[in-house]
């Protein structure tokens, strides 16, 4: 079974993408152009990555003494994909660019996520470089941003520190300014930082010439303490070799270091590290301390970094989702091939009869569905708010800022949704297994594995959750809500007028009224206590409407096909998402309108 005709079909048939090319920036594309990018990153995942997903999987990185080796796998993989040109690919042809929309690079990124997810296709790197194309200075674009599409250099983000995970505002890492020359550094006001960062995906490999990691860090006052809160935040570019203007190394290491590679769950093909900034363990000049050069103006760090984290939020978003897919697709294979147990007739079962498949079993076929719907329905929802972007930086200026503005509700729901139910797919694809589903001996134990990391990174599952109840439905007024509520208006506007999805497009228009109504009962207090308190359950409804509203509209695009297998397969997952997801939302809301204290008010020792 193949992922392409999905993507074709979601790409072309569902959100027109060739209309993009109307756009002055896309206009040398077509769908052939389209075509032979798909084509290629189709072939790169199975070739290079497909066969190595469980080889990264058992043979962990480990450290030498000296260096952090990872399997050679890994090299020709991400060697292979820097040669296909996809790390620049949405670049200015100027650049070494194919200005090729977003949404055309998230579907074809999508083929190496469901190939091989820790391998990785670069995400880190382009969102590092990216963020240094919009905030950066005209070097400092040369310099990093530049061979990072090239794929000399990598990316990495550096957030987290071991005291302050969903808490940014008590990163402790501090930076100093370098010297009296300090401002005048051609590459941006230099600065010593000091501090530890944990969880740092790709911080220590040899994968690439230079390692460019994108740190926040704190500038002391004139009293030498740090400005409590997210406000004293500052971004700087601290390359793990000094690099000179030409971006060529100088020979000299900057004084970061590795202090520990993390074990994890699953994601393993990617290093996962704890670094230490300027310890002394790499002395620059003689002094300890890790260069770093200021990005964007100081205090303005976060602004900056949010930059990078919206579009890895996308990229999460899609990883779980293709996790999820790549369980399906395994979960379907198997029910097509293993036999076990018989119908049950009239007569009860007839023990003379030989096995059936399992696929033909009610509940196989329920767990499958449900996968498909999970899955499909993500997908759809990824590439939707791949358009967004494309939207927001190439249409007009009102259809660009409600593109903005969508996006800063739906990204929330992008990022936290697949986590959850493509999740819950790569389950139901262990169930279908059997006990060989919970064996090494079958893939989708690693599914579920790798994809338990999307809850947590990125923003954990109840961060998303206040964000979009406590921000992002409120802000500018709730026009982002507004907006959204538009489109799936104009959605069941379409589809109620179609006897078979009339049902449907009632369904939503009532899933949307209630949603719209618990958030003004959550807030009906004005406390962030009471509204919040159940901000998670809010989170699942709102991703449940959403998915539904994405299922009609695709359903909508469906109907209109020529009768197949695939239509048929495409009608019945919104049935599915109709029947028995959309219904969960009544529980979920009930506790949020009700502004439910259960949780929130039991004391500690109760526990
Ligand atoms: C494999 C992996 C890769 C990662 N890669 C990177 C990376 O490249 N760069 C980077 O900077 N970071 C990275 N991270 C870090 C990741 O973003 C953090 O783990 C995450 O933000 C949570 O922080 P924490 O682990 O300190 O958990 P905590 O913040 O301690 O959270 C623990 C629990 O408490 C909850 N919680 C915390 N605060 C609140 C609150 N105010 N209200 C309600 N609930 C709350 C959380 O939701 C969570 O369930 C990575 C993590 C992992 C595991």
């Known amino acids: 079974m193949s992922l392409r005709p999905t993507v074709d079909f979601l790409l072309y048939d569902w959100l027109n993408a060739p209309s993009l090319n109307e756009r002055e920036r896309f206009a040398d594309h077509s769908r052939e152009t389209f075509d032979a990018v798909l084509d290629t990153c189709e072939r790169i ?121 969903s808490s940014l505002s008590d990163v402790a890492t501090r930076a100093v300014p370098d010297g009296a020359d300090f401002a005048d550094d051609p590459l941006g006001p230099r600065y010593r930082l000091k501090g530890n960062k944990m969880w740092i995906s790709a911080g220590e490999h040899e994968l690439t010439e230079n390692i460019i990691h994108l740190v926040l860090a704190k500038i002391p006052d004139e009293h030498g303490k740090l400005v409590p809160g997210t406000r004293g935040i500052s971004l700087f570019i601290v390359p793990k070799k000094m690099v000179d203007t030409e971006g060529q190394l100088t020979g000299e290491r900057n004084d970061v270091a590795l202090a520990g590679l993390n074990h994890k769950c699953g994601w393993r093909g990617t290093t996962n590290t704890l670094l230490n900034f300027g310890e002394g363990k790499y002395p620059v000049k003689g002094e300890a301390g890790a260069v770093g050069y200021l990005v964007g103006q100081a205090g303005k760090g976060l602004h900056c970094m949010f930059h990078m984290m919206n579009e890895a939020r996308i990229g999460v978003g899609m990883a779980a989702t293709m996790l999820g897919m790549a369980g399906y697709h395994a979960s379907l294979d198997y029910a097509k091939n293993r036999p076990q147990g018989r119908p049950m007739g009239p007569a009860g079962k007839d023990p003379a009869q030989p096995p059936v498949r399992i696929i033909e079993h009610a509940d196989v076929k329920r767990m499958l569905l449900a996968q498909k719907s999970y899955c499909e329905g993500a997908l759809a929802l990824e590439l939707y708010c791949a358009r967004l972007v494309d939207e927001q930086h190439t249409a007009d ?211």
């Not at 209630?514 to 699942?540: I, R, S």
């Open 45 to 165: 995942a199975r070739e290079k990555y497909a066969p190595f997903n469980r080889l990264v999987d058992t043979q962990e990185p480990h450290f030498d003494g000296d260096k952090v080796v990872l399997p050679q796998a890994t090299h020709d993989a991400q060697k292979a994909y820097a040669e296909s040109g996809m790390l620049s690919a949405a670049q200015d042809y100027d650049v070494g660019g194919m200005q090729l929309p977003y949404t055309v690079e998230a579907a074809a990124n999508a083929f190496f996520a469901m190939a091989s997810v820790s391998i990785g296709s670069g995400m880190l790197t382009t969102g590092n470089a990216n963020l240094l194309m919009v905030h950066g200075t005209e070097l400092q674009k040369q310099v990093f941003a530049l061979n990072e599409f090239a794929g000399r250099f990598s990316g990495t983000m550096c957030l987290s520190e071991p005291q302050a995970g």
């Open 397 to 607: 200026a009102a259809t660009a800022d409600d593109a903005r503005l969508l996006l800063e509700v739906l990204t929330p729901i992008a990022k936290s949704w697949p986590s959850e139910w493509c999740l819950e797919a790569n389950s139901l694809a262990i169930q279908i297994h059997g006990g060989y589903g919970y064996t090494r001996d079958f893939p989708v134990e690693q599914y579920w594995r790798d994809n338990r990391l999307n809850m947590i990174h990125e923003g954990t599952h109840g961060i998303q959750a206040m964000d979009l109840l406590g921000r992002k439905v409120l802000m500018e007024g709730g026009k982002g809500l507004s907006l959204l509520a538009g489109r799936i208006n104009d959605t069941l506007q379409r589809a109620i007028h179609i006897p078979e999805f009339a049902a449907h497009a009632n369904a939503l228009g009532q899933a949307l009224a209630q949603v719209g109504a618990a958030t003004k009962a959550a807030w009906a207090t004005g406390e962030p206590t009471d509204a919040l308190a159940n901000a998670v359950p809010y989170l699942q409804a709102f991703g449940h409407m959403v998915l539904a509203w994405v299922w009609l509209d695709v359903a909508l695009a469906a109907h209109g096909a020529s009768e197949s297998a695939a239509r048929t397969g495409r009608l019945a997952a919104m049935r599915f998402f109709f029947h028995y997801e959309l219904p969960k939302i009544g529980a979920w809301l009930q506790v949020v309108s009700s502004r439910d204290q259960t949780c929130a008010a039991l004391p500690e020792d109760a526990f």
